[in-house]
C-alpha cells in the first residue's frame, strides 16, 4: 500500500491562486489530481507519468501546473485563476503503472483523503 498525504487547498476569491501538495510514501509511476464538487462525479484534473508528460482537463488548461518531485515522492498542483466552478474537494492519486487514459479514476490504486477547495464569487 501506499499512503497519499495531501496538504494546501483552503478559500480563495475567484482569479486567486492555491497550491496542493501530495506526499506519497513510496515511488510511484503515474500521479494525478481528481477533484469532486458536491452532487456531482468525480473528474479528473491532471495528470502525470514517469516521463514527466502531462495531460489535463480541457476545463483546467492553462490554468493548473501539474509537477513532481521524485526525491520526495511529492505531487503538486498549482492552480491560478481560480473561478467559483473549480471549487471541489481535490485528490491525490497514483498509481505503480501507466495509464492508458491518465484522467480516468478507474486507473488508480492509491488515493489520498481530499482537500477542500473553495472558490468565492
Known amino acids: 500500500q501506499v499512503q497519499l498525504v495531501e496538504s494546501g487547498g483552503g478559500a480563495v476569491q475567484t482569479g486567486g491562486s492555491l497550491r496542493l501538495s501530495c506526499v506519497g510514501s513510496a515511488y510511484t509511476a503515474t500521479m494525478a489530481w481528481f477533484r469532486q464538487a458536491l452532487g456531482k462525479e468525480r473528474e479528473g484534473v491532471a495528470a502525470?507519468?514517469?516521463?514527466?508528460?502531462?495531460t489535463f482537463a480541457d476545463s483546467m488548461k492553462g490554468r493548473v501546473t501539474i509537477f513532481r518531485d521524485n526525491t520526495k515522492n511529492t505531487l503538486y498542483l498549482q492552480m491560478n485563476s481560480l473561478k467559483p466552478e473549480d471549487t471541489a474537494i481535490y485528490y491525490c492519486?497514483?498509481?505503480?503503472?501507466?495509464?492508458?487514459?491518465?484522467?480516468?479514476?478507474?486507473?488508480?490504486?492509491?488515493w489520498g483523503q481530499g482537500k477542500q477547495v473553495t472558490v468565492s464569487s
Open positions: 492519486a497514483a498509481s505503480r503503472g501507466f495509464s492508458r487514459d491518465p484522467l480516468r479514476a478507474e486507473g488508480y490504486n492509491f
Open positions: 502525470i507519468d514517469p516521463n514527466l508528460h502531462t
